[in-house]
């Protein structure tokens, strides 16, 4: 396999962008990302998205999207692995150039989620679940989410109090991040006392709903070493997956899709866990960063709330866990978010992240996961 | 760039499956795939569907149809490409396979139409048109093709009757083609009396709607040769796109993502247009499939439709084309036509093709289109 480095990177604001639309927010990210990697042109786009034809009566995003940004003709597709579709996209691109088929390949992630309702966006969303086994009989992605959560804090005797230190230590990072959409601290009480959304899940655990995206400019060798003197290195690449239905999981509390995933991700990149500095995690519930950290060896079996409330995983200390703020305070713009997450941890790589910096870390790492743990992908990145 | 060849396939009938699931579709000839390519087992999956999330309600395709298989934990994601998923789906493997990440992958078309009412498939379709630029405005993917058709017609003085033997010669090869959906022949008068769905397109110049998967197993050279002792080199593969709206195209008759994909895949495979033997293009109506054969080299611009009447692209001609029956009748599942073409033309050089056999052919090609021609994979094929 050819040598694959991040050359260029670009991402809008998340948040309620009303007046642009899904062309106009993709653009923007993309001819960032072209402008970062010298205004070298992608020989090729892979786009990551969850909800356009389920909800945006809109196929084909690849060629409409590749045409919108002034790339009409290039070889472009779509690659949906719901709320994991731009860690899948990034999968897909990252074959394109460690094939020796293109030298420079674009991954943009892209998504318009809040010009519809919440009921309307929440049903889509449950199409990351089991249409069959699960969103038949009622359950909501949310109400599957704190199904997990309960299950978790009465397997390990974990307080609510314990839980709520990771949204905020989520909103305290993302209030650094000009990107992120919810830039405001919050307080484990605030938390506690937040509207109930599915018992024992509040507002506050859950990530907000949010119109955004963001590209990734991956090359081979020689072409990164003309287009960057910061190429940040495609160290280790895994995705894997597990059933879409919760039950018939091994086990409830175990992202296996995670674990299996990290497992090629690290021997191909030659590390093990603990030599993780910095880490993006798919935290769209609460639940769903504690049980990341476990699966990917940075915390134990049961131990990651603990941790967690005991101060852990804060800029600073290692590894330095979603500086960006997350999914819960940064945002979650479903099929974009793996992508922003591989920019947060190549910016932070190239040191140059606008947010709460990393520690001079030299291994960084993005998860990004597709329904409740049914397709995740892992990206190890050096400087 | 390592070499690659298809190790097995499989494919199910074209019909109405009421009483069967995506995952039972997809288990048939994923199986038959897997018992064609000696019981190797894929060590990752691409999926090409483009109406489940649309319609069906489930995203997660990936991992979902993995599990279903047997195949739970492997690396799965779906691809997206309208009536193109299914041949952009393969490039995506093909490059999985060629970057040396792994040695056996298997690409597999699904799609259920038939269990939803005309109209709502029909708006799920039109989605591969432009959703702010076509489908806003009232357009439907048929009417769109009825305005290419009326133009082609006009410019290049075709006149009804020879546009209709197009379709007669499709019913001529599907009815030898055990998979086909509709395995009856038909005259150029029934053509022109049919119920006109868009003038001037008849419902005897368009696809059915069908249900079917199909599954193509690919391999790198050394693991080829252990498991088939016919294997099939994937010579050149192309894709390329175009705008998605019609509005905006150079020149509304030129399928230009066609050309640039076969041009591609041609240099790829060191073959010229006139070295195809056999060829299976992506006819979802009369006009597209003629088109096609210009976009390919395999007639001059303005002469397909001409040539199909004077008893061209026959069995036994050179190239013998859509010897499956073509969408027109062999069936369009859409997501799943890239992947039946690629499993028929691999069939035709292995010589086991169960309808109509081409005459000893070396070199084959497989034409998918998304949109009118805004997704376009060619796949070249050698014995």
Redesign the interface.
């Known amino acids: ?2 040598k694959v480095y991040v050359v260029g990177v670009g991402m809008t604001s998340i948040g309620r962008h009303y007046k642009r ?1 899904m062309r106009d927010l993709f653009a923007e990210a993309t001819l960032q990302a072209i402008d970062d990697a010298k205004g070298e042109k992608p020989q ?1 786009l ?1 786009v990551g998205n ?1 909800l356009s ?2 909800m ?9 999207l ?2 919108s940004a002034g790339l ?11 709320c994991g ?1 731009g860690g ?1 996209a990034f ?2 691109a ?3 150039v ?4 293109f030298d420079v390949v674009l991954v943009a992630g892209v998504e318009k989620m809040t010009e519809h309702i919440t009921a309307t966006v929440t049903r889509a969303l449950a ?6 086994y699960e ?1 038949f009989y009622g359950a909501s992605f949310t109400g599957l989410n704190a199904l997990l959560m309960r299950y978790y804090m009465e397997k390990y005797r974990v307080s609510r109090e314990e839980m709520a230190a990771w949204p905020v230590l989520m909103h305290e990072n993302a209030s650094q991040n000009p990107f992120a959409q919810l830039r405001f601290k919050i307080t484990v009480e605030q938390v506690l006392n937040a509207m109930v959304v599915a018992d024992p899940i509040t507002l506050l655990d859950s990530s907000p709903m949010g119109d955004g995206a963001a590209a990734v400019m991956i090359a081979s060798e020689e072409v990164a070493r003309k287009l960057t003197d910061t190429p940040v290195r495609v160290a280790g690449v ?7 239905d919760l039950s ?1 999981r091994l086990e409830l509390d175990d992202l ?2 995670a674990r ?2 990290a497992e090629k991700a690290y021997r191909m990149a030659g590390v093990e866990a603990g030599d993780i500095d910095v880490v993006e995690v798919h935290d769209a519930f609460t639940i769903t960063g504690l049980l990341s950290l476990e699966a990917l060896g940075l915390a134990g079996r049961g131990e990651a709330a603990k941790l967690v409330a005991e101060g852990r995983f804060r800029p600073g200390d290692r590894p330095e866990v979603n500086l960006s703020g997350g999914l819960k305070a940064r945002g979650h713009p479903v099929g974009a978010t793996g992508v922003y997450q591989i920019a947060e941890i190549a910016m932070q790589l190239r040191g140059d992240f606008p947010g709460v910096k990393a520690s001079n870390p030299e291994v960084g790492l993005a998860e990004n996961i ?2 409740h743990g ?2 995740i992908s892992v990206v190890v990145l050096r400087r």
Chains 1, 2 share one sequence.
Do not use: C, H
Not at 127 to 132: C, L, R, S, V
């Open positions: 396999m050819r639309s090729a892979v969850m034809s389920s945006g009566e809109q196929d084909s995003l690849g060629a409409l590749a045409d009409r003709g290039i070889p472009a597709f779509k690659v949906e692995a719901a579709s899948a999968f897909a990252y074959n394109m460690a094939s020796g088929m199409q990351a679940a089991d249409a069959e969103l895994g995705l894997a997956t597990d059933s879409v018939t296996a899709a299996l995933a597709g329904g049914a397709t």
